[in-house]
């Protein structure tokens, strides 16, 4: 008898194992299905315990190495303040449809606060204002979340894109002035731009195309500007297409690399083009790749890039790009967290200016350079 009672404990324990197995294996993201250890970006907080408390955070998209750059900022962030951080992105920067569901997902999740990168803030109000009855703050990343509803967004972890596009017309000026001084005819500066509707690119674009205008009539020149609808009355910039320089704004139809790169073919193929300037990383990947058959990069041609990743980083060392402006994406990841944690909390919350800088082959193996560079 004592043999069958042992028995029955035995056969219970182990039972009891293996069912607690299996529901450790199973705890899903609701927005892509994902485990802990899944690498679309749900992550528990180091051993340390993740506590209550849960950051759901939004992105533009998840695959290129740009948000995997933020989504490790988040990460270390979410480990040192012992929060649960689920981290997600549509499969492609033009997939609306999909951030929308997502973000609809975060809402449902009830988490203490959500971090969004919006793709189209009209398609996403809905949902922010789900968030905001449901009182869950919202803490804009990256691009931001810009008119959204009033008091849904209490803060926001980004590059102030306009100064960062300032910044990269201030770097790039001093490399064409003297082509532009010189010429007896008009010459060409392309802004290859992946949208016309994220807040990112288009304060990136516009920052760029207002500062190098500037600079350019402070020399006695005329500019004009041609393109992109949105660009072309947005900007401080005349309109029109005949000036000692003219400005070349280009936006594909969709978000596709296929149609970057043939923006930046059709410019390059300009005999007049002197400098191009890529506002992301994507265009300046299709930026490289438009100029394989072409090779006027780093020759008659100026190129400019935005961000990081290798072929940018290899263009630049080869020195097909000048160089480039890059942001801190490990920094808005971790700031977009700390912001997070902090409003869940109810303390008092602003901004954060993650920062960008200029960086060349000179320079992009210093320690301050280095660290915003991923690959």
Not at 70 to 91: I, M, R, T
Request: net charge negative.
């Amino acid at each position: 008898m004592k043999k069958n009672v042992w028995g029955v404990l035995f056969t219970a324990a182990m039972m009891a194992s293996l069912t607690a197995g299996c529901a450790s294996k199973s705890s899903t993201n609701d927005a892509k299905g994902t485990t802990a250890a899944d690498a679309k970006g749900t992550t528990a907080a180091d051993a340390k315990g993740s506590g209550d408390m849960t950051v759901y955070m939004v992105a533009k998209g998840f695959q290129s190495q740009y948000w995997q750059a933020v989504y490790k900022g988040a990460q270390k962030a979410a480990g040192e303040l012992g929060v649960h951080l689920e981290f997600q992105g549509p499969d492609s920067e033009s997939d609306i449809a999909q951030q929308v569901q997502m973000m609809n997902n975060a809402v449902q999740m009830k988490p203490a606060a959500i971090g969004l990168a919006a793709l189209d803030v009209s398609a996403l109000n809905d949902s922010i204002k789900s968030s905001q009855d449901a009182k869950i703050p919202i803490i804009g990343f990256d691009s931001g979340v810009p008119d959204a509803p009033d008091g849904a967004v209490v803060a926001n972890a980004a590059t102030d894109n306009y100064k960062a596009g300032e910044v990269a017309a201030e770097n790039t000026y001093p490399l064409i002035k003297d082509l532009i001084a010189n010429s007896s005819t008009s010459v060409r500066i392309g802004v290859l731009n992946q949208d016309a509707t994220s807040e990112s690119i288009i304060s990136r674009g516009l920052g760029f195309i207002d500062k190098i205008t500037e600079l350019i009539k402070a020399d006695g020149k005329t500019v004009c500007i041609t393109g992109n609808d949105k660009f072309v009355t947005d900007s401080k910039t005349d309109k029109g297409s005949s000036a000692d320089v003219i400005l070349d704004v280009a936006v594909p139809a969709k978000v596709e690399a296929s149609l970057m790169t043939t923006d930046a073919q059709t410019i390059l193929n300009k005999e007049d083009t002197i400098c191009i300037f890529a506002s992301n990383q994507k265009t300046g990947e299709g930026l490289i790749t438009g100029d394989e058959n072409l090779g006027r990069l780093g020759k008659d041609v100026i190129g400019v890039a935005f961000d990081s990743g290798t072929m940018i980083k290899d263009a630049i060392k080869d020195g097909k790009l000048a160089g480039a402006v890059t942001q801190a994406p490990v920094e808005i990841g971790y700031q977009t967290v700390k912001l997070a944690v902090a409003a869940a909390k109810g303390e008092a919350v602003k901004d954060a200016d993650t920062g960008s800088q200029w960086y060349t082959k000179d320079n992009m193996e210093s320690s301050e350079i280095s660290q915003n560079l991923y690959d």
